[in-house]
């Protein structure tokens, strides 16, 4: 079967930097995303990897490891309009996407 | 502004009753995609369109419909909504399939209550 697992829930400080991990399980790997939802909202788009490495864009950054089946995503110098959930997605042999629960991320003053 | 737009935002409905909602994009994407995500879960995939190719996902109970009329509107129809419908319902594109082109833009999504 296909998974994607990720933390449930996180806790983190304003200002502080936080690391979501997400592992997959897949038919196959034609990229990774993340995106960003808040409460009662649709998801946001934050980050597309399909090669190994870091991307960096502004406050956040995510990693891929293909070989290891293991992408995070960074948070810096974080806001409290950073609270939300934050799903990773893989994109499948199929072009399917397989969507991970998301990781609920807390920050506290 | 490009965008994909759903309307209504919050729709309320008897159980049993008919619902449609609907959705348009300015994007000019090729795939249209609707979501079923209930509270803490992953959105989970009813239907896409490719173009005017419709896809059914496997699980997607006969009770939910779609329509793609064109490039710009697509429609999902709950035909009998049950108490296990209530969800928010979301639309979504992407400019094609494959070859990074995959990057989904979702609409602010319905919320549907069932009574």
């Given amino acids: 079967g296909q998974n994607i697992d990720q933390p449930t829930e996180m806790t983190a400080t304003e200002g502080a930097i936080v690391q979501i991990n997400c592992t997959y399980q897949t038919s196959g790997?034609?990229?990774?995303?993340?995106y960003q939802q808040h409460a009662g909202e649709a998801p946001t788009f934050l980050s597309y990897n399909v090669l190994d490495g870091l991307e960096?864009?502004?406050r956040f950054s995510s990693f891929l490891s293909r070989s290891k089946g293991y992408s995070y995503l960074l948070l810096k110098e974080l806001q409290m309009k950073d609270s939300a959930s934050y799903l990773?997605?893989?994109i499948d042999s199929n072009y399917q996407l397989i969507w991970g629960a998301g990781t609920k991320l807390i920050i506290k003053p | 502004d490009a965008m994909v737009i759903q309307n209504p935002r919050y729709q309320v409905t008897q159980f049993g009753k008919p619902?449609?909602?609907s959705c348009s994009q300015t994007l000019n994407h090729n795939v249209m995609y609707w979501y079923q995500q209930k509270s803490s879960q992953a959105p989970k995939?009813?239907?896409h369109y490719y173009d005017k190719d419709f896809n059914n996902?496997?699980?997607t109970p006969d009770n939910f419909q779609s329509r793609r009329p064109n490039t710009s509107f697509c429609f999902l129809d709950i035909r009998s909504p049950g108490l296990g419908d209530a969800a928010m319902y979301l639309c979504a594109t992407s400019r094609d399939r494959g070859a990074g082109a995959d990057t989904q833009y979702f609409g602010p999504g319905t919320r549907l209550t069932v009574l």
């Avoid at chain 1, 790997?29 to 993340?34: A, P, T, Y």
């Fill in chain 2, 19 to 21: 619902v449609t909602l």
């Fill in chain 2, 57 to 59: 996902e496997a699980d």
């Fill in chain 2, 45 to 47: 995939l009813l239907f």
């Fill in chain 1, 56 to 58: 960096e864009k502004g």
């Fill in chain 1, 88 to 90: 990773c997605a893989v």
């Fill in chain 1, 29 to 34: 790997f034609n990229g990774l995303f993340w």
